[in-house]
């Protein structure tokens, strides 16, 4: 495996693939790889001749006061994990590398980013879709893989794809999970063992939600009253949103139908968690 930290490389060592029409897959990450990471470098090798995973802590895409410093770096142990899945190279650039040239000009979506997670983390978006660009620009992949785990990412990211004209396919991977449910995540590092304990109450609500849509309910309201009482039930949980979403723009529903997404925030602790899941999909 290849490991680059600078854009001119990358580019060269890229381009002798291109010219021997070899398919590219880009994951981007924020490192600190875990199963979740490892699991789209399987999907990005069944789709593509060779995979780049981008590691790269995004400074435009916290806000002050949020969790970019501690954010955990472990480009070793990223290293070597990706190497061991399979990965071609990894792109591991410094903020300078990546925003040296400036910062001026910036991807702003539309009202769909201002929804959830953009609602708590305003401009979030803007620097989560700035960076993408950016990388879709430097690899130019012809697949591009993310996880189901941060929906309206995806979702931003799909729209921003097709209105740039980016020919680029979205891969979607299923959330990997502990053996308890919760979704992995780099910031799970964060949860103190009775916060870890505690955790698991995000997927027991979305399981709850999701057992009510089976046996019958529609009301947004009630499924959503289930998912809060699961989550208000355990002990320093606090909900940020629960919601029943129509899955493209992911506005709130009234009445929930198979294909909508339940999206769910919520705080453990001092660490905050996000998760969701799909109406009528077998998992969870
Ligand atoms: P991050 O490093 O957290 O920015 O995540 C990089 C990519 O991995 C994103 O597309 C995430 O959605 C995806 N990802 C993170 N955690 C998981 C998970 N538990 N299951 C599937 N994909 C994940």
Do not use: C
């Amino acid at each position: 495996m290849l490991t680059l930290t600078q854009i001119a490389p990358l580019r060269d060592a890229l381009a002798a693939h291109t010219h021997l029409h070899k398919r590219i897959a880009l994951v981007p990450t924020m490192g600190a790889l875990h199963e979740g990471h490892l699991r789209l470098v399987d999907v990005a090798r069944g789709l593509a001749d060779l995979v780049v995973i981008s590691v790269f802590v995004n400074p435009l895409q916290f806000r002050p006061g949020e969790d970019f410093t501690a954010y955990p770096r472990r480009l070793e142990q990223d290293r070597a994990l990706a190497a061991a899945r399979g990965v071609a190279v990894l792109f591991a650039p410094d903020v300078d590398e990546m925003y040296g040239s400036g910062t001026e000009t910036r991807v702003v979506p539309g009202d769909t980013a201002s929804r959830w997670e953009g609602a708590i983390r305003p401009q979030h978006f803007d620097g989560v879709l700035t960076v993408v660009a950016k990388l879709l620009n430097i690899v130019s992949p012809q697949v591009i893989v993310f996880g189901q785990k941060d929906f309206q990412q995806v979702v931003l990211v799909r729209q921003m794809m097709l209105e740039f004209h980016y020919p680029v396919t979205m891969s979607v991977v299923p959330t990997v999970r502990e053996p308890d449910g919760l979704a992995m995540s780099s910031r799970n590092a964060y949860l103190a063992p009775g916060d870890r304990q505690a955790a698991r109450a995000l997927p027991d609500a979305l399981r709850a939600v999701q057992d009510l849509f089976a046996s019958g309910e529609r009301s947004a309201a009630a499924l959503q009253r289930a998912a809060r009482d699961v989550l208000e039930a355990a002990p320093g949980v606090a909900p940020d949103y629960i919601a029943v979403t129509d899955p493209t723009h992911l506005a709130p529903r009234e009445t929930a139908g198979p294909g909508d997404v339940v999206m769910l925030a919520a705080r453990v602790g001092s660490t905050r968690l996000i998760d969701n899941v799909i109406l009528g999909a077998a998992q969870i």
